[in-house]
């Protein structure tokens, strides 16, 4: 890298390179020359969603993913994802608002990052139940390589031995691809909206449901 750095010190792709091996080696590439060229964003915005960036100065790299570079999982901007942040579903469930797991850390997730309320639910427990084939297979894209990478031995009533075969970092864990489940999520929040919608239509105009969405959705984004 350092030979490449020499030739092409404004290389962002080199750049992101060096960025990423310092911090996975935790050392410094000493005989590196000063790098030069415009700061580059770590992911591409128009491909990924982003969050807060954390400028590198000494590579002059722009770490903007999700969560840490520690942890940091990633979400592609698909047609689903677009579609559903540009219908800002949490926004209408802040609007609507009325646990294992899964349904605790989606709340939690929403909540954290400022698209819902504390204290408000999007209720997506019946969305989930309903669809529960689409949920299971969901969770066995992250779930079935990471078995693969785990051996299991019973040995005793109750008892197994488990035993990691993935790599010594654990980047599975850490850098995994949440795509598919965050268009499940977008998904299940839509189901929830038109399920509320499907209550209460034979009582409320259609017009006066998208009037309502229309002024809620201008007044949260005007208070972010």
């Known amino acids: 890298m350092i030979a490449e750095l020499e030739r092409t010190p404004s290389g962002a792709y080199l750049r992101q390179a060096c960025f990423l091996w310092e911090h996975a080696n935790n050392a410094t590439l000493d005989d590196a020359p000063p790098p030069s ?28 993913g999700l969560g840490s570079i520690d942890y940091c999982a990633t979400v592609e901007r698909t047609d689903a994802v677009r579609a559903g942040i540009d219908a800002d579903l949490p926004g209408r469930a802040n609007h609507y608002a009325s646990g294992r797991l899964s349904r605790f850390l989606f709340h939690h997730a929403l909540c954290r990052a400022g698209a819902l309320q504390d204290g408000l639910i999007l209720p ?40 990691y075969r ?14 598919e489940a965050v268009e499940f999520s ?23 449901f998208e009037f309502i969405e229309e002024v809620t959705i201008k007044a949260l984004k005007s208070n972010q």
């Open 124 to 163: 997506v427990s019946v969305a989930m139940k309903k669809h529960e084939a689409e949920y299971l297979k969901t969770l066995q894209e992250f779930s079935r390589p990471v078995r693969e990478r785990w051996r299991v031995e019973w040995f005793d009533e109750g008892k197994y031995a488990f035993d």
């Open 186 to 208: 977008f998904r299940m929040a839509e189901k929830v909206s038109k399920r509320r919608r499907d209550q209460f239509r034979p009582r409320v105009p259609e017009a006066a």
């Open 37 to 64: 060229g415009a700061v580059t964003p770590l992911f591409d915005p128009d491909r990924y969603v982003t969050g807060p960036v954390q400028r590198n100065a000494r590579w002059r790299v722009d770490f903007n």
């Open 166 to 179: 993935g790599d010594p970092v654990h980047g599975i864990y850490r850098y995994w691809d949440a795509t």
